[in-house]
Each structure stands twice: as structure tokens, then as C-alpha cells.
């Protein structure tokens, strides 16, 4: 049966050559059907409608289970990092994430594999790259504050080290030759070469302008620099941060057209980076990119990092990304908060900022990100009230999850007269005002 | 007639995507109507357009939508 379904492409031109006095329910093939299943799910989920995408790659998974014994898997990977984006309650936040985990652990209890040529071949929308058509973004787990965040996040990693074994296990070979020195040694004779690697590195993005008073200030009397601005989505444009020292090296990287097919790019551009030689590479957000998240998976540098710019686990193996850099006073006590990271924690400590903070004000009132006034504005520009407390939250709404509401409807339970000011989102935004509303009524009044 | 001529013109020809609406029109249970129209719009650059196809797609699996559905169709045979 499975050789019969790869001689079949994903088309449905074939029903034109039936018999023409079959049906045309006749003629319906499962691999078609399967197919149709499998494209509306991953297109839901695409547009984070997590129910529909859930219930419609289910049903493509089983219908799968007649050409692979234990179902495709490629549809289970995406059920095994497909989370809920916009959870009603913490019980619906809870079950996406128990759903998610029992794929995760079913697919790292046995043998399987991904064929990427295969599956660019027959999978609608998969030959763009298929890591991202099967492996879901793990971003939406920094906002399920009841998961097992290590747990989880490290069986997204086994898993994409499973399907995609060329990069975690490629290593460079100057790692290999550091890890058999007897005293490894590098700062003594020269400087530190180090590589920071973001997939938003772009100019005015919160990722930038929290690292980039840091970066700027680092003594280049001890640290050689390259940016490395893995362009995916958002601007191609590195931020203007990293041309303060016209030492440093300055590279963007993104998927040419002919990158199809497989995500053999990433792998190509691993071994630039081994080329290069970096003592330490310094990721700003793993969890974000998939270019990064993937360029992760190698052994690039013998000391790989981690950090905030996206502040959640990336799951990877220690020997992988050794550390996490935090900030000790976003942290528990370090005992308690290793548990929140598979990469051994690092903390900036108690008492120091963890960044260079550069006002987003100029003089004058305008803003420094796009030189627009503001400072002629009033409430009445918003249509709110002068008399009254206002309370802003200018998280964007789909990181609002369900914990959120008690606290915010508790604020306004002391204060009546307050009003919560959220920011505007598209379609999450009416979500979050109908829990509070809920909340509101069956909680505060 | 109009099946006839929907399997007679070719995906890549304009009349196909008329073609198949004025089946769905005349009966708007017809499994085969809503796969090959929605299949064709999922490759639409009209995002609108689109979104229609995956929900004629996902219509062929709802038996109140449809009869048969995708899926049972084929459990019957």
C-alpha cells in the first residue's frame, strides 16, 4: 500500500482519468482523502485556529494509519507541538498541552522517520521546507504558565532531533578539536571570538533594542564580534546597534528561492558558521526563529548560549546550548529556577539591570522609533474618561492567556471607576475582553 | 452537462472555476463539486478565495454538508 500511495502525487487531476461510469465517490482514493484532511489541518493551525486544526490533522493521522503502521509522521509531529493560541481556560490550556505531550511522548517511544524529499514531493505545502510544514512553532509555551515548560520544550528538541539527525549531530570540527584539549585556554593569546546569532535582530525590534546597549558596550579589547541576522520574517534590515564598531562583522542570511525542498540551507550555513571558528556563540531567541531554533540544534561554538530575548527554555541538551542567561531579579532562587531550563542557568546578579535601557523618547515628545509627536495626545483621543485610573497592559492580546483575567479583573474589583486599557489586537483581542467580561460577572460583581 | 464540461476544460482554464460554483449551485450537496472547487481555490492568491476553498474542503467531510461525505464515501465501497 505504500509504494502504491508515493506513486501517487498529491493532486486530484487523477479523478479525470477514471472510468466514467464510476462515481466519483467511487473513484475517491484514501491517500486523496488523507491528503485533504492533512492540508485543512495544517491550514488551520497556519491561522492558529486550534480546534479545527487539531480535529482535522487527527483525522488525516488516522486516515495515514492505512499506508504507515503506527500513522504519518509528519502529523504527528505537528500534533506533538501544536498548542491551543488562544485558550477560553486554564482547563482548555491544560488539555492542549496534555494532548500535545501524549503525542510527543508516543512518537519518542518508538522508531520513525522523516523523509523530506518525500514528503516535498507529496505533501501540499510542504516542499517550502518541511521542517516548518511538520514541526509547529513551540513559541506559545512561554504563556502556558501551568506546563511543565522544561518537559515540554525538551521532547519539541528530541523530537526535531529525531526527524532531522543531519544537524543534531553535526558538530564543527574545531568543537571536536577543543573538547580533547587538555586546558582548553583561548583567552589568554587572543580574543574571544564571539557569534551572535538572532532571527530578529532587525532594527526597532524588542529583541534588538534589548540586547543592543549590551552588545554595543562589550570590550572589543577582548571580544571579536559577528552579528549573524538570520532574516525568516519582519525586516531584512540588521539593526543600525550593530554597525557602532566597524570591527565587527555584519551578516544576513536568508532562504534563497532554490532552498526547496529540504532545509538543507540550514546546514549550509552551520558550516559557514564553522568555518568561522567561534570560541562562543551568544543566541538571542531560539524559541522564535525557525532558522534559529534549528541552527541551534548544532554544535557551532564550544560554548553555546542561550538568552531572554525570547525568555523561556529552548529544550535543547545541555551539551548542545550549554547555558541560559538570565537576570537574577526575573528569577527564583537559582535552585528553583533551573528547573525552568534544560540548559544549565546563568544569572546576571541581583541588583544590576540586565540591559542598557535607551528611552524610546526623543525631546520634544516624539518617539525615537518612528519620530511621530505624541505629546499633543489626551484621553480624549482614546475616548476615555480624565477622572478615572487607568490600568495598561500593552502585552499583545494572544499573550494573554486565562491567568491572566483574575488579576486583571481583581485590579478592577478594587478600583470600580478604573478602566483596563489592552492593547488592540485582530482576533485575539475580543477573546480576551469576553473571558474578562466573564470573569467579570461571575467573579467581581 | 456542466460535470462534463468541468472535466473537459482543464484546471487551469478560467470556465473551470465557473464551472464548478454552478454545480454546487444546481446542488449544493455534491461531494464532488465541493473537493474539486475547493482543491482548485486553495491554490487561489486571493486569501478571501481561499479561505472558501478550505471551507468546501471542510464541508466534504460533514455529513450534514455533504452526502456522502469524503469519508464515508469510501467506507462504503
Not at chain 1, 585556554?185 to 564571539?194: F, M
Not at chain 1, 572589543?220 to 564580534?225: A, M, S
Not at chain 1, 540548559?343 to 526623543?362: F, M
Request: glycine share 6%.
Amino acid at each position: 500500500m505504500i509504494r502504491k500511495c508515493q506513486k501517487r502525487r498529491s493532486t486530484l487531476s487523477h479523478f479525470q482519468k477514471k472510468k466514467k461510469k464510476k462515481t466519483f465517490a467511487q473513484n475517491f482514493e484514501f491517500p486523496q482523502t488523507m491528503a485533504i484532511a492533512a492540508t485543512i489541518g495544517r491550514y488551520r493551525s497556519q491561522r492558529k485556529e486550534y480546534v479545527k486544526g487539531k480535529y482535522f490533522t487527527e483525522l488525516a493521522l488516522d486516515l495515514s494509519k492505512r499506508y504507515y503502521r503506527n500513522g504519518d509522521p509528519c502529523l504527528q509531529l505537528q500534533l506533538a507541538s501544536m498548542f491551543d493560541y488562544f485558550p477560553i481556560s486554564t482547563g482548555q490550556a491544560d488539555s492542549a498541552v496534555n494532548a500535545l505531550n501524549f503525542y510527543a511522548e508516543d512518537l519518542l517511544s518508538r522508531e520513525w522517520s522523516i523523509n523530506e524529499e518525500y514528503l516535498s514531493a507529496n505533501t501540499p505545502g510542504a516542499a517550502s521546507d518541511p521542517f516548518v510544514h511538520c514541526m509547529l512553532s513551540i513559541f506559545s509555551l512561554s504563556f502556558y504558565y501551568r506546563a511543565d515548560t522544561t518537559a515540554t520544550a525538551s521532547r519539541n528538541y528530541q523530537l526535531a532531533s529525531r526527524a532531522w539527525p543531519s544537524l543534531a549531530n553535526y558538530k564543527a570540527p574545531h568543537v571536536t578539536e577543543y573538547e580533547h584539549r587538555s586546558i582548553p585556554n583561548t583567552c589568554e593569546s587572543r580574543k574571544i571570538k564571539l557569534g551572535v546569532i538572532s532571527g530578529v535582530i532587525s532594527e526597532g525590534h524588542s529583541v534588538s533594542e534589548d540586547f543592543g546597549g549590551v552588545l554595543q558596550r562589550l570590550d572589543r579589547n577582548y571580544f571579536d564580534v559577528t552579528y549573524i541576522h538570520l532574516f525568516e520574517t519582519g525586516s531584512p534590515d540588521i539593526a543600525n546597534f550593530t554597525q557602532r564598531h566597524p570591527t565587527d562583522k555584519r551578516l544576513v542570511w536568508t532562504k534563497q528561492p532554490t532552498d526547496q525542498g529540504n532545509g538543507a540551507w540550514i546546514l549550509r550555513w552551520g558550516m559557514e558558521v564553522a568555518a568561522m571558528e567561534l570560541d562562543m556563540i551568544l543566541f538571542l531567541d531560539l524559541t522564535m526563529s525557525t532558522f534559529a531554533r534549528r541552527m541551534g540544534m548544532m554544535r557551532l561554538a564550544p560554548v553555546q548560549l542561550n538568552t531572554h530575548g525570547h525568555p523561556i527554555t529552548s529544550g535543547h541538551d545541555a551539551s548542545v546550548i550549554n547555558y541560559f542567561v538570565s537576570w537574577a531579579e526575573a528569577e527564583l532562587p537559582i535552585e528553583q529556577s533551573q528547573a525552568h531550563y534544560t540548559e544549565e542557568l546563568r544569572l546576571i546578579p541581583h541588583g544590576k539591570l540586565h540591559q542598557y535601557y535607551e528611552p524610546r523618547t526623543l525631546p520634544g515628545d516624539r518617539s525615537r522609533m518612528n519620530g511621530q509627536p505624541f505629546g499633543h495626545l489626551t484621553r480624549d483621543d482614546f475616548d476615555l474618561p480624565a477622572d478615572v485610573s487607568l490600568y495598561l497592559c500593552m502585552q499583545k492580546p494572544f499573550k494573554l492567556h486565562p491567568e491572566f483575567d483574575p488579576l486583571v479583573c481583581g485590579v478592577l474589583h478594587k478600583d470600580p471607576h478604573g478602566y483596563a486599557v489592552l492593547h488592540k489586537g485582530k482576533l485575539s483581542v475580543n477573546l480576551v475582553s469576553c473571558r474578562i467580561n466573564i470573569h467579570f460577572f461571575l467573579i467581581c460583581v | 452537462m456542466l460535470r462534463a464540461k468541468a472535466y473537459t476544460i482543464g484546471e487551469d482554464s478560467p470556465e473551470y472555476l465557473d464551472t464548478w460554483p454552478n454545480i454546487l449551485a444546481l446542488d449544493p450537496t455534491n461531494l464532488e463539486a465541493h473537493v474539486m472547487l475547493g482543491w482548485k481555490l486553495l491554490t487561489s492568491s486571493n486569501s478571501a478565495l481561499q479561505e472558501y476553498g478550505i471551507a468546501l474542503l471542510e464541508d466534504s467531510f460533514d455529513e450534514k454538508k455533504v452526502s456522502p461525505t469524503i469519508v464515508s464515501c469510501r467506507f462504503q465501497k
